[in-house]
């Protein structure tokens, strides 16, 4: 019985640490999707055009990596994240922000 109580904590442990690993690959580097993001930036409006080439503002936790742009219809948030939260290809959607209330 102790065997499979040792047992189950290093597959406890081992789980963990593979999260946390992909939560910090999620993390790091998002400049390596920013062209994905860039590609869907404009799908909120068919009169979109970006006003320029890089992001105003990017931003990542370890499930997804965000980031903001400059269009003519306003500024644009896109998301991206992984199909399986920490595992997976990446995939990027667009949604234009909504105005904050006064």
């Known amino acids: 019985m102790d065997t499979v109580k040792g047992l189950f904590g290093y597959v406890v442990l081992a789980v963990c640490l593979l999260l946390a690993y992909q939560g910090y690959q999620n993390t790091s580097d998002p400049n390596a999707t920013e062209s994905l993001a860039k590609a869907v930036v404009c799908d909120v409006d068919s009169q979109c055009v970006l006003k320029s080439d890089r992001p105003k503002e990017i931003r990542s936790d370890v499930l997804g990596r965000y980031y903001d ?6 500024p ?3 998301t991206c994240r992984r199909t399986l ?8 959607t667009s949604a234009k922000p909504v105005p904050a209330s006064l």
Do not use: D, L, M
């Not at 742009?69 to 306003?74: A, E, F, M, N």
């Not at 939260?85 to 990027?92: L, N």
């Open 76 to 78: 644009v948030e896109v």
């Open 85 to 92: 939260w920490f595992f997976g290809e990446w995939a990027c």
């Open 69 to 74: 742009w400059k269009t003519t219809v306003g």
